[in-house]
């Protein structure tokens, strides 16, 4: 059989943190009008580990940023990392969007 060579473990002092930049993208087409005249003005739900973990670093990476919410606000919170994304969105729409009648259901 061939000699393989064996590496050391790991000491504390050879594990370093590993700087990642990601960059993530999704486009979905926002209809210009909403489906209903109902507006949530509150959200709730639980996020699994993956998603905990995710909205954990992006809050982090906007934090380091500097972030702000429109209002000047800085971003520092989970909640205001979806704010922050909504504010996104909505500065791409049209003015109209603000201004039109709700639909007739």
């Known amino acids: 059989m061939p000699m393989t060579k064996e590496r050391p473990a790991p000491t504390k002092t050879d594990k370093q943190p590993v700087a990642m930049t990601i960059a ?8 210009f009008r909403p489906s209903s005249a109902f507006l949530m003005h509150r959200v709730d ?12 670093c992006v ?5 380091q940023s ?4 429109a209002d000047g606000h800085p971003v520092q919170r989970p ?7 909504l504010e ?3 500065a791409d729409m049209p ?3 603000w201004t039109a009648p709700p639909p007739v259901l």
């Not at 809050?59 to 934090?63: C, G, Q, V």
């Open 45 to 56: 739900g639980r996020l699994d580990v993956p998603q905990a973990r995710t909205l954990r």
């Open 59 to 63: 809050m982090d990476a906007l934090l």
């Open 88 to 90: 996104r969105a909505a």
């Open 24 to 31: 993530a993208a999704a486009v979905v087409e926002i209809p």
């Open 79 to 85: 909640l205001d990392v979806f704010r922050w994304f």
């Open 95 to 97: 003015a109209e969007i």
């Open 66 to 69: 500097g972030a702000t919410l």
